[in-house]
């Protein structure tokens, strides 16, 4: 199986927002709505951010949002703060009954 | 809140086999609708998916991996377990023990990880 597609990097200004995509294929991405995405600080273990495409778990700042459309993921982080800064991965289940992660973002903070 | 916490060698010579294992604290294993996983991190890489177990034992692996992965369970000690077999330089990573939530789909919490570095 491959990974799913992100950007390397995406960048922001405090307040802006960005989004990171997720690009699979109908054999993952666009065949379930089994969609996560995690936040990675640096040493850190990852964190769950967004479940199932668009939900967010309880502890979790309502600027992060989630959408899917056909075979790619969206996550949309709005009103940048500097502690968002991190790597960010998105994760599918798979026909395969596996799961694979993207390759991984870096979010900068400017 | 459960928390798990990975334990093992951190240095395995290669072609041997790598064994990991995972405690949970903080509640049962067999407690929920839970598969019980583990995920490596090269260092500067992504995640990678190596495989899950339930607790009654079933398993799924990662295709690219599954001739050499096996993963299992002991309820009675609240731990799973992770070998891999033939290891070589590709294998030195960070390996992270996770709890997959059936009903949101996702892993959530993951252990602290623990450097596994495969070399002579």
């Known amino acids: 199986q491959s990974a799913l597609t992100q950007p390397a990097s995406v960048s922001g200004s405090p307040g802006q927002s960005i989004t990171i995509s997720c690009t699979g294929t109908?054999?993952?991405?666009?065949?379930?709505?089994?969609v996560s995405w995690y936040q990675q600080h640096p040493g850190k273990a990852p964190k769950l951010m967004i479940y199932?495409?668009?939900n967010r778990p309880s502890g979790v700042s309502n600027r992060f949002s989630g959408t899917k459309s056909g075979n790619t993921a969206s996550l949309t982080i709005s009103g940048l703060q500097a502690e968002d800064e991190a790597d960010y991965y998105c994760c599918s289940y798979t026909t395969s009954s596996s799961w694979v992660f993207g390759g991984g973002t870096k979010l900068t903070v400017l | 809140q459960v928390q798990l916490q990975e334990s093992g060698p951190g240095l395995v010579k290669p072609s041997q086999t790598l064994s990991l294992t995972c405690t949970v604290s903080g509640g049962s294993i067999n407690s929920g609708s839970y598969y019980w996983s583990w995920i490596r991190q090269p260092a500067g890489k992504g995640l990678e998916w190596i495989g899950r177990v339930s607790t009654s034992g079933s398993t799924n692996y990662n295709p690219s991996l599954k001739s050499r992965v096996s993963i299992s369970v002991d309820t009675s000690k609240n731990q799973f377990s992770l070998k891999l077999s033939s290891v070589t330089a590709a294998d030195t990573a960070v390996y992270y023990c996770?709890?997959?939530?059936?009903?949101?789909?996702?892993?959530?919490?993951w252990g602290q990880g623990i450097l596994v570095t495969v070399s002579s």
């Open positions: 996770v709890k997959y939530v059936i009903a949101l789909t996702s892993f959530d919490p």
């Open positions: 199932d495409v668009s």
């Open positions: 109908s054999s993952d991405v666009g065949g379930y709505n089994y």
